[in-house]
Nanobody, 115 residues
Framework: QVQLVESGGGLVQPGGSLRLSCAASGFTFGLYTMRWYRQAPGKLRELVASITSDTGSTMYADSVKGRFTISRDNAKNTVYLQMNSLKPEDTAVYYC????????WGQGTQVTVSS
């Protein structure tokens, strides 16, 4: 079955960086678009970044554009989110998702940006 396991979160000071990873299994990873979402306390889950399977085209939410970079390694069935210049408003639980199975979510990884 489809499984997604996020890791790499933690506590970081404003202006710092983190690299999140999402290990996927149960499907042919290289054939599908992958996305990162986040959900802050009391807020709806929002799309942060997306990367296609074929050309590797990317898209970003305006709030993270220029600071976050999504990438993928199809040989490792893993999608990454490099987060730089972190702000307190980036604090959230971060999830990866494969749109073809939008019902499947991992446990998420907590990112806390605070001094």
């Amino acid at each position: 079955q489809v499984q997604l396991v996020e890791s790499g979160g933690g506590l970081v000071q404003p202006g710092g960086s983190l690299r999140l990873s999402c290990a996927a299994s149960g499907f042919t990873f290289g054939l599908y678009t992958m996305r990162w979402y986040r959900q802050a306390p009391g807020k709806l889950r929002e799309l942060v970044a997306s990367i296609t399977s074929d050309t590797g085209s990317t898209m970003y939410a305006d709030s993270v554009k220029g600071r976050f970079t999504i990438s993928r390694d199809n040989a490792k069935n893993t999608v990454y989110l490099q987060m730089n210049s972190l702000k307190p408003e980036d604090t959230a639980v971060y999830y990866c998702n494969a749109p073809f199975r939008s019902d499947v979510w991992g446990q998420g990884t907590q990112v806390t940006v605070s001094s």
